[in-house]
């Protein structure tokens, strides 16, 4: 979503760096690139106006200029102004929920039809059961939109929750305070309210969502904003502000193609955090927003952190020492490296971890034309092999690379690249187990 103005913030700030010394004259220069940067990303004029002058005031008033190599202390600047932009401060970690002290914390979720409310409810459920281990209930109050209830039903059973539903009859508000006694009686920790969304903000809707915010009263209200809705997502959350007075914000579709205005903007309008950020469509692809990581990543400098928290979710440690096992024995096979590929995926859109590394962000990453169809055709070719040739493929010669081609989908070529590409990788492995320095330029060059 922000590949645009990343790419522009980084280049405005790339030539900040190469300047020896900087004069008031360069700073202005650079702040109307970052302003027609952000303005072009859907970013609320008022507040664009405002970052923009609080990042001079502090670029002029931390005596940088005429200084050398003051280049590093700017992006610095920038850095934590983005960071403050969209909820974060020098001490603050991200924003969290507040828990009930006595079981179950109810969350409600509102927000217009269209913005993902019913997924994210699922994604939000999947992510307290597995972080927090907490037993989660999803309360189906959405009895207006056709097959919202089946929906929720179909997600929630995903993720791990107890659905409580009475089908589109009775009146939403019924649902929703039954549905809480349910969770009190089943002992459920964690109740989420999934409400009815309008195509706009109008009175009837607000006037449901407040009867049951009264029924309910829960501990926590998340709006579900839209990402791709840019600007307008901003008066939608000031519109439910005026109605119901909301926490925080959930936001979901952040990985499609709009331009992030709405994320830079919410916070400074509203004055509630972004507390979680829906980045895919699997239920999988959801996670607590952190405002530095995000500035981080905008700026070109990474993610770390969260590419390490991915990998934790992923990789069980006692299957990391069986691999570790395996390396040492020269026992790594194609169904061992189909299973760390899967994983890989697992973690999320390939683009999106490379991303997370510093130094890898926007044109580079464009410039690598990454293609995810591979992992595809990989696992295609491996699944086509029989046991035994996914252990010792040194089996695969002339017949058996045409079988698996035709069973794959691919030709003998791509069955032969792959078997020569795993045989390097191998050798690699056995040299790095042996405590050698592998010769990388001499695979590489057999690899072709």
Not at 178 to 192: P, Q, S, Y
Not at 193 to 212: C, F, K, N, Q
Request: net charge neutral.
């Amino acid at each position: 979503m922000f590949d645009s103005l990343a790419e522009k913030l980084q280049a405005t700030l790339s030539e900040v760096r190469q300047r020896g010394t900087l004069t008031e004259q360069d700073i202005d220069h650079a702040m109307r690139e970052i302003r027609l940067a952000l303005l072009e990303a859907d970013v609320n004029f008022k507040v664009v106006k405002q970052f923009t002058t609080d990042v001079k005031e502090r670029c002029l008033g931390a005596e940088i200029l005429g200084r050398l190599n003051p280049g590093q202390q700017v992006v610095k600047i920038v850095s934590e102004e983005l960071t403050r932009l969209m909820g974060g401060g020098e001490d603050d970690g991200p924003a969290v929920l507040r828990f009930a002290a006595s079981p179950p914390t109810v969350i409600l979720m509102a927000g217009l039809q269209g913005s993902g409310k019913t997924t994210a409810a699922a994604k939000l459920a999947r992510l307290l059961r597995e972080e927090h281990g907490s037993t989660v209930a999803l309360a189906a109050c959405d009895t207006y939109r056709p097959a919202a209830v089946e929906q929720l039903v179909k997600m929630g059973t995903r993720a791990g929750a107890v659905v409580y539903e009475r089908g589109t009859e009775p009146d939403p508000v019924e649902i929703a305070a039954w549905a809480l006694e349910r969770a009190r009686e089943d002992g459920k920790d964690v109740l989420i309210v999934d409400t009815s969304g309008r195509l706009h903000v109008d009175a009837e809707l607000m006037a449901e969502l407040v009867r049951i915010h009264e029924a309910v009263k829960p501990e926590n209200t998340l709006l579900v904003i839209d990402a791709m809705t840019g600007q307008d997502a901003v008066n939608v959350a000031e519109q439910f502000g005026a109605a119901v007075q909301f926490d925080g914000v959930l936001m979901s579709k952040l990985d499609g193609d709009a331009r992030g205005g709405a994320a830079l903007s919410v916070k400074a309008v509203t004055g509630r955090p972004i507390l979680y950020a829906s980045t895919g469509e699997h239920l999988e692809q959801f996670e607590r927003f952190h405002p530095d990581r995000m500035a981080q990543r905008i700026l070109g400098m990474g993610d770390v952190m969260s590419l390490i928290e991915h990998a934790e979710r992923e990789f069980d440690e006692s299957d990391a020492l069986e691999l570790q096992r395996k390396l040492r024995r020269n026992e790594f096979g194609l169904d061992d490296f189909l299973e760390q590929l899967q994983a890989v995926r697992k973690m999320g859109p390939l683009s999106n971890l490379l991303g997370m590394i510093p130094g890898l962000g926007g044109a580079q990453l464009r410039n690598m034309k990454i293609d995810e169809r591979e992992f595809d055709r990989l696992q295609a070719i491996i699944l086509s092999m029989t046991p035994e040739e996914r252990r010792r493929p040194e089996l695969i010669k002339g017949s058996r690379r045409l079988r698996i081609a035709r069973g794959s989908g691919t030709n003998v070529q791509q069955v032969s690249q792959l078997i020569k590409q795993f045989a390097q990788m191998r050798k690699l492995m056995r040299q790095i187990g042996r405590g050698k320095m592998p010769d990388v330029g001499a695979l590489m060059r057999q690899a072709r």
